[in-house]
């Protein structure tokens, strides 16, 4: 089965990751026009909503968040606001411009309230060095409460690789390796270009490279998961992980770990 998710040109419903393809991780991204509103509902699943684009209201029992986004592009150099939803939480997200918003979801517990996620509150670091940095946005990271899910975004430079050197974390292993499900939710600036990312296992019984395209979805269900951005092109990806286990410890694929020492 091809691990590309490809994006749907029309619809409210940009991308979506099919019902059951993933044990742990959700994901679907929307587009929104002046007035138009997408219903929200956590189920029994927890929910991290990202605001890629545009300016939104979110409502809902017991919060009224009005006039949230800041951004008309992934690619400005600004941070997005998110909202994080527990289990049995409904919402009303309600467009004031056009808007892009994408919904990651993951298996939820009790103990959590709804919260906002402002942008002042999200980490952001470079990782990398020459033609392999890139730079990173934590929006939900293990630091912050949750059940399971972990989200962060990264915008990767015209002619850089990124997610690289290889890594994975496919293996309950900790502290040295955690096992997350992945899900890479693709732009693309101009809208016009591509990426290119492989995914892989060491026997090879998963060994996928794509071209994917703005709004593309890629599937991570184990394996290493480079990026590569061709010249001329900028890349944003937003990652959403989970595991039976809420942290993050990759193992860089011993193949490639020399580019460490560069």
Known sequence: MS?????????????????????????AAYRLSLGE????????????????SGRVNIEG?????????????VFEDKSPFAAYFPPGTDAQVTALSDVQIAV???PGAKGFAPRLIRPEQCKRSVRGKGANTRYVCDILPDSEPAHSLLVVEVRTPSGHSSSYPPHKHDTDDLPHQSFLEETYYHQVNPPQ????????????????AMAVENSDLVVVPKGYHPVSVPYGYE???LNVMAGPKRAWHFHNDPQHSWLLDL
């Open 3 to 27: 691990l590309l998710v490809k994006s749907s040109k029309r619809g409210q419903t940009m991308v979506a990751l099919e019902a059951g393809r993933l044990e742990y991780v959700g994901f």
């Open 37 to 52: 509103t997408l219903p929200v509902s956590a189920g029994d699943q927890e929910l991290c909503l990202v605001l890629l």
């Open 61 to 73: 029992e017991g919060f009224n968040w009005q006039n949230l986004g800041d951004r008309q592009s």
């Open 104 to 106: 990651c979801a993951a």
């Open 193 to 208: 270009g591509f990426v290119f990312q492989r995914v892989y296992t060491d026997d090879r019984s998963i060994d996928q």
């Open 235 to 237: 890349s944003y990806y």
